[in-house]
């Protein structure tokens, strides 16, 4: 019995190594593709991604891509400095302050003040369906005061001024997606409110 469960730790382990070693795209606004395989050429990059049920061939702009991780660990760096006017090392960091975005800006208050807000102009009736559009690009003019990352983490990579730009941009077009969702959800709550307001109270 002991033999069977060490058999299954064994073949969990070596799976796990597997699945964590496969090849990824890492794009520029610091997502991730896993891929199967990719084909590079100019201007673009052809991928098949992986668990993809209908096996189809995908196309990226070079454009938007940085490097390809290969299941061995190395890089095959796409990135040119033109692209951003970064040097490699300043695109990857730019890259690790759009990821720890990602990961750690958390601002619930965007959320309800959009919601808040979506209702109140619901009053405009038909001219309030632009307005959560143009209270979302004010706010993403706006960068965080502070970078919501836990201490120390990313050092020494987070002190630099690319770092701090990734992260600005990436929180930015969060603060953008979350208030245009939000407002909208909050403008529809709003509609509906003064149509059921006017059937029960003609």
Do not use: C
């Amino acid at each position: 019995m002991q033999n069977v469960k060490l058999l299954f730790l064994i073949i969990f382990f070596l799976a796990s190594i597997k699945t964590n070693a496969q090849q990824k795209i890492l794009l520029l606004n610091g997502n991730e593709i896993d891929i199967k395989s990719y084909v590079i050429d100019d201007p673009y990059i052809t991928y098949k991604k992986t668990n993809d049920t209908h096996n189809r061939t995908r196309i990226l702009e070079k454009l938007d891509v940085f490097a390809v991780k290969k299941e061995d660990g190395t890089e095959e760096i796409i990135y040119t400095p033109d692209s951003l006017n970064f040097t490699i090392e300043e695109a990857r960091n730019y890259i690790r302050g759009e990821q720890a975005a990602k990961q750690f800006y958390h601002k619930p208050i965007n959320k309800w003040a959009a919601g808040v807000f979506g209702v109140g102009t619901s009053v405009l009736s038909f001219y309030s369906l632009p307005v959560p559009m143009l209270y979302s690009v004010v706010v993403g003019r706006f960068n965080p005061k502070k970078m919501q990352i836990p201490d120390g983490y990313d050092v020494p990579y987070s002190t630099t001024e690319a770092y701090r730009y990734g992260y600005d941009k990436k929180a930015r077009n969060i603060k953008i997606q979350q208030s245009l969702k939000w407002g909208y959800i909050g403008l529809g709550v709003g509609l509906a409110g003064l149509i059921i307001y006017s059937v029960t109270n003609p």
